[in-house]
Structure formats: C-alpha cells, structure tokens
C-alpha cells in the first residue's frame, strides 16, 4: 500500500485537511475502512461499476 491510513502518507507525513477531502471527494478514500485507496483498486473498481460506459466512450468520442 502506498498510503497506510486516512491522514497519513507512508513516508509518515500527514495529509492536509483539504487534501484528505479532496480524496474523499474522489473517492479514494473508502468510507467504510477510513483507508486509501491504492491506485489498482480506484481502476478495478471503476471497471465494475462502468462497463458500459468504457464500452460507448468510443462512439461518443466520435460524435462529440
């Protein structure tokens, strides 16, 4: 894991109060765990939850 708990980098420093709301914002800090999410789960699970969307972003680039 690159980030250890929410507020903390690994290196120890901790993360800004803007900083940690804006990876709230974006959901990469899970809500349930209080834990960074690491740059692979942020992908798996966007992939879950859109696949179809990855599958019209072609088609709607052409049309755009």
Do not use: V
């Not at 980030?3 to 809500?31: C, N, P, V």
Request: net charge positive; glycine share 4%; aromatic share 8%.
């Amino acid at each position: 894991r690159i980030w250890t708990h929410a507020g903390k980098k690994s290196d120890g420093g901790q993360l800004s109060r803007d900083e940690y709301i804006s990876l709230m914002f974006d959901k990469k800090i899970d809500s349930k765990t209080n834990q960074l999410k690491t740059l692979h789960e942020i992908r798996s699970e966007r992939n879950r939850l859109e696949p179809h969307k990855r599958k019209c972003f072609r088609a709607s680039r052409k049309w755009a």
